[in-house]
């Protein structure tokens, strides 16, 4: 008994330990430096829709990931959360109640807690297909309620506000960029790290269990069916926090943040970083959002390029981006980098080839398809180009056709440089 | 009554459309036991491979040809991504189909552009083929039914009279012995998701004249398309044609009734607001079924999920 009691303080004592708290100190520390290396307004917004994104997946991750539940209709949560926020402010601002802009989310929160409350009293009695299909229709049902009622979703247009209305908060009106921007890197730091701490709690951890095996855990005496309600609502709070903070800098909702693609992009997005540990979305957040403003500025087909990266992942890499980081990781740690070092560089300028190549078949396609008849001149890759004369395409059709056959004639080798490299009870791809 | 008529005649068009969707996607489901997102991205393909065909050498040949390439893709996808994903499970199985449904609408606006294709029907079914009270049915609807409830003697006449359709049945059900028995099962269900997609082809080419021909319109019959096989019973092929009737008839019904809501709220006894502009509830007093037919399915299908998860002749759990 006592020594019960001892472990249980020393894994206390441990959970606080420095090397626990040091990755936060220094998320803290980079969010706050990083408006200083990017101090471009620009910028400042991509970093706060990354933000808002990074919050959004680990708080879907709480149901793929660690509750093995899979949401079809994921962006409601976040959406009524933010719909309410922006209701908020309207209020706030005609009859001026003291609600300070940073306590917003808490509302928005509150709000997702109680629509995730009452929607998954009966969707999460069985996860599986089950669960899928109720969240698919419960979120066209909402999104379509979006046009018909108009008091609350404002129809079409949605509904707007301004939080410069709201409550000064120490003098602060958050009329800047950099001030939304702090206000939001807080919260994603306190929402990260509440999420972290509840997946350390033991209803966490039965979350898991009942993820790998719901019949074994029933045998144990939780119910699985609590379990998931619990983390349901859980995931539905901390939706209703990234709605809020979407409010708050875009000050405005419209049916598309209720709609099937935007629960189908988080589950992308999610998917995308890896659901295995609670940090790898994030991985996946930046990767989409940094694609969605800076490729989208390059070319009209980069959701066929997100697509076409999305469907590889699930292929080759089940396990996330981040996945195939924490592999090489784990062979940096074990000393042996060196190994991949050469055969990825001899694979590395072929690969590239091979994708610029195929991106510029696509454009060089997509423009002679779609441009106005008679231009035939289009910028790829800063050369300007003739679309109707063959040499591009021989150029572009023999520069991919030759980087994929050498990549086919190089893989064996990394791959066995991969074998090596992770031989003694490693993990295999 | 003629209304009643004819609604029940442009029903059983949309039903039947649906059918022949889902008895795919249950028939795909039933053999690897993982929903198919982008079955209704494969209708689509149908409908602008089929208008691309009928561009140069009309529709006929597109009714054919165009659901055989769709059908021909199906296939490369199971073999070529799907099989290599089941290995990590059914979530990975389910999301990818779910990449795969939006990567097909990217390449469709790729090859077509968003733009609606001026994708119409043959001439020679352009005319009235009869009228009830004044209103004419379109010789293409009763088309379109004839085609759908030939289909579907086609296949199950295939399921349960051939020697092909019951080594389908039992590779349904015990895939190993029917492994030990010495019949290729990874070929048989490469051959189902083949034709489970080539029938969303066909749906494909005979709808796209009347849905329009445009990206949006998997998205559009997507989730329906779902929400039929689910209150019809996973895998079961009577559920699914019982289900698609039904939302079929649903939907065309509620389209052309309009009861307002006021009525029914005041049969209640609720008390109207005396300004409209000011209540909350503004909206619910002003709805009408119309308004509310498309989202009727959905509420169906909650409510099925909810008292009875087996759908309506599902036998195993979804």
Redesign the interface.
Known sequence: MTQTAHSRSSTAATMFSVASVLPWLLAALLLLALPTVFPSNSALTIMNQMAITIVFALAYNML?GQG?M?S?GHAVYMGVGGFMCVHIMNYVEVNEAPVPLPLLPIFGGLFGLGLASIVGS?ST??A???F???S???G??IA??SI?????FGGEEGISGDRTYMMPFFEVEFFTQIEVYYLTAFWLLLAAFLMYLFSRTPIGRMANAVRDNPERAEFLGYSARWVRYYSFCASGFFCGIAGALFAINFEILTEENLN?ATS?SI??IT?LGGIGVFFCPIVGAIVFTLLQTVLSLETE?W??YL??L??AT??FF?DGLSGVLMRHANIVQRGRPQILVSPYTKMAIPALVTVLASAGL?EV??HG??AATGEHSMVLYWITIDTHSLLPWVVLIGCALGGFGLCKRIAPDVLEAWDEASRPGGVNP | MELIAINIIDGLVTGLLLFMLSSGLTLIFSMMGV?NFAHASFYMLGAYFAYQISMYIGFWPGLVIAPLAVGIGGALVERY?LR??HQ?G???E???T???A??IE??VQ??W?KNQMAYEEPEILQFAAFAIGGNSVPAYKVFMIFVSVGIFMGLLYVLTKTRVGMVIQAALSYPRTVEALGHNVPLVFMGVFGVGTALAGVAGVIAGPVLGTFPGMA?LLG?IV??TI?IGG?GSLWGALIASLLIGWLTTFAASYNVEFESILLFFGLEKPEIMSES?????WT?TLP??G??LP??L??LI??FR?YGLFGKR??
């Open positions: 793929l093995g899979l079809f009966f009695r069985k599986g297909t089950v899928a299909m109720i698919l229709g419960v066209e049902l379509a309620c018909i009622i108009v008091a609350f099937l189908g589950l992308l998917f087909l959701q066929l697509g076409a999305f469907l699930v292929m089940p696509c396609l997509f398809r779609h | 929903l991504g290599r994903v990590y059914h979530v990975p389910l999301i990818f779910f990449g795969l939006l990567l990217e390449v790729f090859f552009g998205v989730s779902f929400v689910v996973l909350a509830l503004r909206d619910i709805m308004q509310i498309p989202i959905y509420i299908m909650i999920l909810v998860p759990d979804v």
